[in-house]
């Protein structure tokens, strides 16, 4: 029988273990995404409420013999607390079965508490994990999400006018929401539509590593909102762009993307960058050719599998498989 329980210290030397006999390549690499998590969960217990709970969580499983076999984090989407994301998954070799009871548990935890989606972005070569997700824990495929390193900076305007775009006002964080969610295909609206709070700044900002800056574009009255444009970065040196761009305003995305561009460059003259295309909003298409055209590099395709906790869907099917490492991160 798998015992499924929150991290703790004595479990380090454990997953560490389990880490190293599954890929030492990446060792390093996962120690420090993974471990820099782990005393934040002494916090968590004082911030017990799903509604004030702010840093990931998590759990580990082990088998009968206390042999750990599996771990996994998992974290609210930042403004939504009823909408959580699988951030990372770790399974030692022959435990699928165990990985399966592990995301069970947090679907069956969190969602007492009001959790009414979750989600997880797998690059689309795992099949087995996919697999997993989607066979042995009720998960369903619901759209791509593509990650894109952009290679020159050919596309910059020089006779941009900058005035035309603004500092975003927290004032405004609704309509942000709106265009969002008027620019969703429509049968991805109720498990990937967003509300205000998940385009609000994080709590304690100038403490974090991140750093984020958005901007908004609207017409000349400032009535509508024709874009939305977060940039955000951990270390002054990888930038991410991110855009909210409707279709019958595509061609103003060279001028979006420029401004961007030109306000990372007055930080940090050599950066690398790198947009993300969600292929669940209108226009993505023409974004994606805008990025071929530009000769981007496309680095990563991101299956986004979803569950919603009123629609369980389950097949007892066993998977037998190799180790599973999986660390997904937000942009």
């Known amino acids: 029988m798998a015992k499924i329980k929150k991290i703790s210290y004595g479990n380090i030397l454990h997953i560490k273990k389990l880490i190293s006999v599954i890929s030492s390549d990446n060792i390093m690499n996962y120690r420090r995404l ?39 984090s998992v974290k609210a989407q930042h403004g939504n607390p ?15 079965e165990e990985g399966k009871q592990l995301v069970e548990y947090i679907i069956a935890k969190f969602g007492a508490r009001g959790v009414d989606t979750f989600y ?7 099949h ?24 020159n900076l050919n ?44 385009f609000s700044d994080r709590f304690f900002q100038g403490f974090n590593s991140e750093m984020n ?37 595509f061609d103003l995305y060279p001028q979006i993307l420029s401004f961007a561009v030109k306000k990372i460059i007055k930080r ?7 947009i993300k295309n969600r292929k669940y909003l209108q226009g993505g298409e023409l974004l994606e050719k805008f990025f071929k055209d530009n000769r981007f590099e496309l680095l990563q395709n991101n299956a986004i599998l979803v569950r919603d906790f009123f ?15 999986f660390s997904g991160f937000e942009i």
Request: aromatic share 16%.
């Open 34 to 72: 993974f471990f820099l998590s782990v005393p934040i969960t002494f916090l968590q217990n004082m911030v017990y409420s799903v509604i004030l709970r702010r840093f990931t969580e998590t759990y580990v499983v082990s088998d009968s013999n206390n042999n750990l076999k599996g771990v996994i």
């Open 82 to 96: 009823y909408k959580w994301q699988i951030k990372r998954l770790f399974l030692d070799r022959n435990s699928h």
């Open 120 to 126: 997880v972005a797998v690059d689309d070569l795992q």
């Open 128 to 151: 087995d994990l996919i697999d997993l997700f989607i066979k042995g824990c009720g998960f369903r495929l619901c759209s791509y999400e593509t990650l894109w390193k952009v290679s």
């Open 155 to 198: 596309f910059i305007l020089d006779d941009l006018d900058e005035k035309a775009f603004r500092p975003l006002k927290s004032s405004e964080l609704q309509k942000c929401a709106d265009l969002f969610n008027e620019n969703l295909i429509t049968h991805y609206k109720y498990s990937l539509s967003k509300v205000k709070g998940e």
């Open 213 to 249: 800056f958005k901007y908004a574009l609207f017409d000349e009255n400032y009535k509508y909102l024709k874009s939305f444009i977060e940039i955000k970065t951990l270390d002054n040196t990888n930038y991410f762009i991110d855009t909210i761009v409707p279709p019958q305003y």
């Open 268 to 274: 940090n003259k050599k950066f690398h960058l790198y």
């Open 311 to 325: 629609k369980p869907i389950k097949e007892n099917n066993n998977i037998y498989n190799e180790a599973v490492i």
